[in-house]
T-cell receptor, first 115, second 113 residues
Framework: AQKVTQAQTEISVVEKEDVTLDCVYETRDTTYYLFWYKQPPSGELVFLIRRNSFDEQNEISGRYSWNFQKSTSSFNFTITASQVVDSAVYFCALSEDDNTDKLIFGTGTRLQVFP | EAQVTQNPRYLITVTGKKLTVTCSQNMNHEYMSWYRQDPGLGLRQIYYSMNVEVTDKGDVPEGYKVSRKEKRNFPLILESPSPNQTSLYFC????????????FGQGTRLTVV
């Protein structure tokens, strides 16, 4: 069965530290899509990245980077030189290759960045 | 501006009093869905719709109804709310081909007392 596991419930760091948020997924499909969303204290969900299962290239966007490894079924998210504004709950999600756009979410990781 | 609009943002109601949370998108998306977010459980899909007049159950549909009479609107209906439906609700829309991300509304925080 499909599943997304974010084992880290809460992480606290001091500003400028690097931090990695882990995401492990389970799926039987060979074609699937992985996502990261950010939920700041204001509550909305902000899209960060989408990755399909055939693209294992790592991606960097500013201070954000993502490491996709099919061999370990992981899609980890690293924030370099964290800032207070990065404080949020981060969700990893999986979408399988069916006829729906259903997202299967992990339970989220709350990141607190202290000044 | 592309957006998904939910109303209301906050709602406190009593057990058994029917309520509707509205959702509207302006992107001509075919796929719309409702999720609820609960502590320690992440977001779980309640219902989804792949097009007008086409709806189906998600993972936690009990106690909810939806309709899709127009492409842009996808209201969530609680006929007889109960305290276990106290949650944060999100409406989402997407193109329906998994090639793009889902756009989420601002969320509706519902409390049933």
């Amino acid at each position: 069965a499909q599943k997304v596991t974010q084992a880290q419930t809460e992480i606290s760091v001091v500003e400028k530290e690097d931090v990695t948020l882990d995401c492990v997924y389970e799926t039987r499909d060979t074609t699937y899509y992985l996502f990261w969303y950010k939920q700041p204290p204001s509550g909305e969900l902000v899209f960060l990245i989408r990755r399909n299962s055939f693209d294992e290239q790592n991606e960097i966007s500013g201070r954000y980077s993502w490491n996709f490894q099919k061999s370990t079924s992981s899609f980890n998210f690293t924030i370099t030189a964290s800032q207070v504004v990065d404080s949020a709950v981060y969700f990893c999600a999986l979408s399988e290759d069916d006829n729906t756009d259903k997202l299967i979410f992990g339970t989220g990781t709350r990141l607190q960045v202290f000044p | 501006e592309a957006q998904v609009t939910q109303n209301p943002r906050y709602l406190i109601t009593v057990t058994g009093k029917k309520l509707t949370v509205t959702c509207s998108q302006n992107m001509n998306h075919e796929y719309m869905s409702w999720y609820r977010q609960d502590p320690g459980l992440g977001l779980r899909q309640i219902y989804y719709s792949m097009n007008v007049e086409v709806t189906d159950k998600g993972d936690v549909p009990e106690g909810y109804k939806v309709s899709r009479k127009e492409k842009r609107n996808f209201p969530l209906i609680l006929e007889s709310p109960s305290p276990n439906q106290t949650s944060l609700y999100f409406c989402a829309s997407s193109q329906g081909n998994r090639n793009t991300e889902a756009f989420f509304g601002q969320g509706t925080r519902l409390t049933v007392v």
